[in-house]
């Protein structure tokens, strides 16, 4: 049980990398947090975990809601007593080049996908700095190099990556035991990838999914599960001396 007496609060944990992340940190003895938008996709996957004799919790969250944050973690520490891991993990990804992107969806895609990381990530350090703690939060390989077509997306993940990396100074010049790093996912076989693709015919839609895999060295989508053994590492003691750090699982893809 390598989370034994650990409090996990992983949010966009309803579906795909969140919902994974949820049960295989559970498995290793994690009391999980699970934190979604959608209540009843989120309440589907804490009754699961208990199902398997995990232990869990449900809670309706909407990231970009500064309020909802710091009342949920405060009502958190004040239950249980402690936050020790934090999955930023909730986000959105829009299709759409540097022509052709909307304001409004650039400004939506930094909302939740970057905005929500720094409140979450800030509220979480002022609760963890006198106990210590990991903070893992997703990016992706978008975060890395570049995607012509999903322009706002690889800039908020870009964001996501560098601001890992200031959190985790900040937090090691404070001597806060606290690790912040950002994970950096390939392409996986979630309902977010599937629903990128959703504009698109069909016929169209299945060259460019190929397309996709051919350039995986490895020849196929990674799943779920491969992502959350990824957080399992970082939000264990195994990853002590990791902070500030980039964790690729792409199937060689950024390798190239």
């Known amino acids: 049980m390598r989370l034994a007496n650990k409090v996990a609060l992983i949010t966009g944990a309803g579906s795909g990398l969140g919902e994974a992340t949820a049960h295989r940190l559970a498995a290793e003895g994690a009391y999980v947090v699970a934190a979604d938008i959608n209540a009843a996709a989120v309440e589907g996957v804490v009754a699961a ?17 500064e309020a909802r944050w710091q009342a949920l973690i405060s009502d958190l520490v004040a239950r249980l007593g402690q936050l020790d891991i934090l999955v930023n993990n909730a986000g959105i990804a829009l299709t759409g080049n540097a022509e052709d992107t909307t304001l409004d969806a650039w400004r939506q895609t930094q909302q939740i996908n970057l905005d929500a990381v720094f409140v979450g990530t800030r509220e ?5 700095k006198d106990r210590g703690g990991s903070i893992i939060n997703m990016s992706s390989i978008d975060g890395i190099i570049g995607e012509p077509m999903a322009a706002a997306y690889t800039a908020s993940k870009g964001g996501v990556r560098l601001f890992s990396k200031s959190a985790a100074l900040h937090c090691a010049s404070k001597g806060y035991r606290i690790r912040v790093n950002s994970l950096h996912p390939g392409v996986i076989k979630t309902p977010m990838v599937e629903n990128a693709f959703s504009f698109l ?19 196929h989508w990674g799943d779920p599960i491969d992502i959350a053994n990824g957080v399992l ?15 690729v699982i792409d199937g060689g893809y950024t390798a190239k």
């Open 233 to 247: 590492f970082l939000a264990s003691d195994e990853s002590r001396y990791m902070t500030g750090a980039e964790l």
């Open 124 to 128: 979480a350090i002022r609760v963890m």
């Open 201 to 219: 015919p069909p016929a169209d839609r299945d060259v460019l999914i190929a397309q996709l895999v051919a350039q995986v060295p490895m020849g």
């Open 49 to 65: 975990i208990l199902a398997k004799g995990g232990r869990a919790e449900a809670q309706q969250q909407d990231v970009t809601d």
